[in-house]
C-alpha cells in the first residue's frame, strides 16, 4: 500500500537518537497509513525497539520529528503528555510484565478503570470479550504464573486492547517464548491485523511478517536499508545483506494459518 507522508497517522521525519557516544537511530524517515501493519526486521542492535519506544514517548530522540494521530511526540515535555499519547498507542513487550498478584481479569481491568475511569461492570464486560478474543476466556480467575508462556503474552494483549488504543505497537513478542507457544500468539496477532488495528511489529518471525505485513522495513545500524511490499523484500530484493538475513531466518520458524501451530 502506498503511503502519503500527509495523511500517514505515523510519521517519522530524520529522527537521530545516541546513548552516548552509540549512535543508534541515524536519521529515520517513515510513514504509516491508519490500518497499516508493518513489520520491521533487521539485525539485532540496529535500533527497531528503540524506534518503538521513540514513537511511544518512552525515549525522546535528540532530532527529528515524531508525529502520531497529530501529536508531536518529540515535543511532549510533562508527563501527562506522555500518559495521554499511551492512552492511544499501546505497546506489548517481550516480557509480559503482568502484575503476578492479581488475576487475569483485574490485570485487564485495572488501566482502563484507572486511567480512563471507565465504570468497574463496563471494563470487566470488555475484559470478558477481549479474553474471547484472545481464546482464554476460561482463564478469567487465573493468575499469571498459571499460565504458559505464550497465554501470558495474549493475557498481555488483551490488556493493551483494552486501552482501545488508535495504535498497538509489538516489540519482538514472540521472542520469550518456546516454540510450542509462538503459534498461538501470532494467531492472535493476524486476526486483529485483519480487523484493521493499526501495527508496528518488531520481529524475528519471517512467514509471519510476510504473510500478514502491508509494508515490511528493513533496519541496520540505525539506518532503514529498505523498505517495501513483503513480495519486494522478501523475493524481489537485489540487496545481498537483506537476502543474507531473510535466508537466514526465514526457515526457523513458520506462517500461522487459521489457527494451527507454528
Known sequence: MTTNADTAIVR???????FGQ????????????????VSIIGPSGSGKSTLLRCINALVTPQSGRITVAG???DQLTRESERIALRKRVGIVFQQYNLFPHLTVLENIVLAPTRILGVARQEAEKLARELLE?????????????QLSGGQQQRVAIARALAMKPELVLFDEVTSALDPETVGEVLWVIRDLIRDGMTSILVTHEMRFAEEISDTVVFTENGRIVAQGSPREIFHGNDNARIRQFVGGLSGARGSVRDGEGI
Open 133 to 145: 478474543k484472545v481464546r482464554l476466556s476460561d482463564k478469567a480467575n487465573a493468575f499469571p504464573g
Open 22 to 37: 552509540t549512535e543508534v537511530l541515524k536519521g529515520i524517515d517513515l510513514a504509516i497509513n491508519k490500518g497499516d501493519a
Open 12 to 18: 517519522l521525519e530524520d529522527v537521530r537518537l545516541a
Open 71 to 73: 501529536t508531536r511526540v
